[in-house]
Every structure is written in C-alpha cells, then in structure tokens.
C-alpha cells in the first residue's frame, strides 16, 4: 500500500487546526512565543519555546513576555525595514558565532522577506532562519507538461544527489523560493533558465499563473536541523505547456536529470514517497485542476483542496504592481 | 468604486476565523448551538439559540445541553439514515404547521443529505431547513466558455425574475443544488439539460472537473427568511470549454437568457454587484486557474485563493465511487 493523496498533503500541512480540538490546540499553542515587531498589530510566526531558551535576545532591542508568551523586536515604531533587518541580522551573527542551532549551519546568503498587514515589507533575514521564527516563506512551483496525440506527460527532475536539502528525491518542473524584492512572475522566468535551460520568451508564451498552495509545515528530521520548527509555506504556481519539442535540460547543479512522465508514472512516484514532500502538493493541485482527480475518484477531495490552500494566520505578501503595494516594498 | 474581488468573496465567507481574533471568536460562538447526532462524536452544523429557542424538540427525540451549548437527535447509535430523517421530518413538520419560521416558507421538496466523518452518509433533510441547523450544504457550478480567436468569453446566464432567489441576477452557466445520492458528476448533466439545454455528450466531452470553493456563508436579507442563519457550503467545480458554434439556452423557467461576456464584461459586472454572491466566488476561482488574475495584478491574492477553499469545521462528503464509499450510502 502506497502512500495516498491525504498521507502526502498531511505530511506538508503538518500543523494542527484549532477546530479539529480547541483544547488540543490551545495546549499546544503553549509551546510557542508568538514573534512580533513593535508597531506591528499581528503575530509573525511562532518560535519554539526551546529556541527562545537559546537564542540570545538582548534587552535593548528585543522583549521577551512570558505571560503573552511573545517575543518582539523592539525597534521604533517608524523604523525601517533595514533598521529591523540589521537587529535581526546582528541576532542571528551572535547565535552562528555561538553555534547555537544546527539549522543555521546551512546559512544560505539569500533573504527573505516578512510581511506586515496588507502586504506591506516589514524586514528580511537569512533564509536558513525563517524556520526559527516560524515566519512564512515563499516560493515559485511550475508543473511543465505536454498535452498531445500521446496523452499528458509531466516534466519531473530528479535532484541532485550533492544538494544540502532532500538530495536526489524528484521535484516540480521549475521550483525556486523568493527573495526579498522578488515577484512570482520574475522569480519563475529565472528558475526556469537556471534549473531548466528553458527562454524567458518560452517560459512568458507558454505558463499562466493558476493560483497557489499554502500550507504549514513541521519541520521533521528529513528536512535537516532542529525538528518541530515552524514553516508556514506560499507556493505561486504556474503551469508551463510545451510541445514535444521543448526539452528542458538541467543548468545549474541542482538538478540531475529530466523525465517526461505519464500521468500513471507521477501518480505511482507520489505513493512511493519519490518527490519532494511539498512538491507532492502542487503536483496534487495540479491533478485536482486538470480533471485528473476529481470527486468520484479521490475519496479525500475536499479535505485535501481545503488543505493544500490553509489559511495561514500570519500576514502574508502582495505583489501587487499596482500604486500602493509597490509603494509599501519601498 | 466598484466591490473588489476580496469584498465579493466576504459576502460568501462571511463566518468569523478563529485565528484573527480568538477571544471574539470564542464569544461569538456563544450564539450557536452545536447540532449532534447521538453515536456520531462531530458537530455537525451550529444552530443559533434563537432557533433553538423557537424549535419544538419533544425529549424523547431530543437533547439539548444548555451548558455545553448542544442540540442532539437522540436516535439509537446503530439507528439507519432513514430513521434519523424520519425524526427530523417530524420536527420540521411541526414547524411548518405551527409557522415558526419564515425560511420554511420556501419548501423545496428536496431532500439535502448530512454526513458523518470520513463521507459516510448520515441523515438528510428538507432543503429549505438545512440553514436552522447549519449544516453543509452541497452543489455543482460550471462555466462554460469559448476560448477562439476572438479571445476568452464566458456564458452568462441571468436568473428568472420569477425565481424565488435572487430573481433577475446573472448567474454562473450552470449551477445547481445536490441532492442526496446524487454525484458531482450526475448533477452537472442534469443541470446542463435542465438549466442551459446542453446535451449529455456535449457535457460529457468538453468538461473537466477542477476542484471545488468552499466558503461559510451567514445569510443576509437578500438570501430570504430569517437573517444569521449558517450555511457553509462546498460547490463543485467544473470547467465546460464549448466551440463558438455551441449556444446554452434556457430550458426551463429559471433562466431567463444567456449572454456571451467578454472577460472585461464579467469583471465589471461582478464589481457592479451584478452576480447571485456565490457565482462570484466560482469565477473568481475561474480567473484565478486561467491566469487573468495572477500575484501581480490581484493584491489580495493569497487572502481570495484561502477564503474561497475555506477548511469548513463539519465532516463533509465523500462521492468516491470506490468501494467503502459507495456502501456506506446505501
């Protein structure tokens, strides 16, 4: 018996639900601290008691309320994104210098960015830090596909078995996370040329956007570092529809190799636990959008599309390239 | 200024989140009785007090727990579907005898079933009822679109200014409420003959199942009979891609016309208000899976895509027609 629909998406959206037992997870809210940003009305993500324990928060720039169980920075009211990204960093130098989380010893040198209310830029901070303060992350997920005479086949990687994160397990098409300053639809025509050789004019005449995954994952051991930290997820998808004769090919050293898989092979690979736990999802979301699962033949239909599309309880971006939100990332 | 998409989907999902505002939350569900079903551990829908207050329940068919805020139907645990709706009929009955509620005016004749968890068939109800006990109710709705060299248009019903909801609004191509025994699959022909004259092979062949929206209504004036009745609701999707030649007409009275609406059209007509509240929300979804409304062009992306996937707190239906299923709804 392989693994089904619902195992793959509960092991992405790992977090409890408060309706599912308000007394469950009322108790288990106590084993975090809400993270918060002075000025800001909204919880940022929740930090694990034991890494408030260990982290070194000094007194001039951050409060720790152990009644509220929260932890905010306590930077002025007005202060800049950069003003509170620089706290954050000089944080996170202290606690690499002391060694004091496995986590970040995959420092990674990119940023990324935390929202406040409405989208608007709050901060950055290392990307092998978000799990520490439970914020949420973003990224890009593209399902390339061809759709002929042979039926709908699906472009599946393999990665590559020196990457630091689930190393030589399958992938989506085109995946990426989002830096600070990125938007989906940029951050998808770079992910594309630098994991699958593919144009950006290919990649602009062929994808269209066709909503998002979110969900709230739990960090296990297979994920690397401390377990049990929080990484609430937004995952952009696009669909890429290509003809026969696009071949994408691997660019970068992140990925192996490419297969044109059947619809059977995907569904087969995913029982088998052979992708990516997160890939699953939005592999899933694409299934339930091309008619490929539907209600008569996937017995957890519902509960997995309400699933894969959580309401996180964080403010979350906007990308918005309209006057107010481009505004805000200034 | 016209309603955004974020107003049109908060019409629909209009219940309060636990997550913005716990302490609110908590008070505010002290309006509501739970209704239960003796041997079945879920809430099942919440019925508000001044229901329960006017609501005959002989207590040898009833319970009701004012401290833990519960009202359950006391049949055998072992007791059949049959037997359960047979007391719920005799309730109802009751009710429409003595006139107790404004919304029972509206008698469909239709009966709306209940589930228990994991999809297994409970007891159901008449239609017209199932917003006094909150319970989930279920549906299909489709657009049907021509997508030619002219562009991406979309056909648009408008309602029947004899029908008893929402009379002379447009309306989603075809749309319709599930019956009990009914499947997703089943309910869209039926109500492609009966609502858009489309024959079963045209159906058969051009539709593809999409997903489903799932939101938490509260009904407003406008929905008819009493107001703050609950009814969370999970409406199947599906997409009917049609060539230019194919024409929707009305068959019988509840249609009034169809149009064939540009997609600028439809987006003026959904802020105008002109769309019965829940079709919104169905082609909100349709722009979001055919990348006209993308991250960079709706700024309350990730809001909409969660809202309109609402994780509803009551166990919903399973139509698998596999084995353990389709046994449990005989």
Known sequence: MGKSNLDLVKECDRFPYYADDPAFYTAHMRNYHAFRVNGCDANLGYILNSVVKKLELPANSWAIDADNRTVTLMTDPDATPEQRSELIAET????????????????????YPVYAPGGKFLLEMERSATPLFGVVSYGVHSTCYVNDDNGLRIWVPRRSKTKQTYPGMLDNSVAGGMSTDEHPGECLVREAMEEASLPEDVVRKNSTAVGCVTYFYVRGAQAGGETDLLQPEVEYVYDIKLSADVVPKPCDSEVEQFYLMTVD?????????????????VLIDFFLRHGILTPEN?????????RIHRRLEFPTASHFEGTNASDSKQ
Request: aromatic share 8%; glycine share 4%; charged share 30%.
């Open 92 to 111: 996170l130098a202290q606690a690499v210098k002391q060694d004091t989380f496995e986590i970040l010893r995959g420092w990674r040198n990119e940023k």
């Open 265 to 281: 092979e995907v569904k087969a690979a995913l029982a088998n636990g052979e992708f990516k736990p997160n890939c699953s999802v």
């Open 298 to 306: 996937e017995p957890n239909f519902l509960d997995i599309i309400s």
